[in-house]
């Protein structure tokens, strides 16, 4: 994939991950009862931690965008698919997992988030051993 993929995902996910950030403080200002009554409290965290997720790995994108125009030997297949695999698997495997909660525990779908973390672990490995290539 092409750094300007990258920072395409990386921006428009920014920018959806932020609006995401603004709808949740809307819903705390609000007093919205699906999302402050303490039996909604799973579903809060689930959510912020899709939002939390969702920004941290729009960030990562933009730097191994950057990161590819700096070493060019790290722009692998693996790596690209990999870490964009993981941001969407870790924020909407969170975010999923928070729409129906049963009893205090989030949905199955937040089964998701640990397929990411390791789609996100094969992203970084890939690309900190493309970084020795080129030194």
Known sequence: MS????LRIGYWS???????????????A????????????TRRLMWRLAHAHGTLLALLHIAYALTIRAVPATNKKLASGALTAASILIP?????GGISVHGGDPSPAVLLV???????????????SATREDS
């Not at 750094?3 to 990258?6: D, G, R």
């Not at 959806?16 to 403080?25: D, I």
């Not at 909407?92 to 999923?96: S, T």
Request: glycine content about 10%; overall charge negative.
């Open 3 to 6: 750094p300007n993929k990258h």
């Open 14 to 28: 920014l920018a959806l991950f932020v609006t995401l950030g603004l709808v949740l403080e809307s819903l705390h």
């Open 30 to 41: 609000f007093k919205v009862g699906a999302y402050v009554d303490v039996e909604n409290e």
């Open 92 to 96: 909407g495997g969170f975010f999923a």
């Open 114 to 128: 640990p397929a990411g973390f390791v789609a996100l672990i094969i992203a970084l490995v890939s690309i900190a």
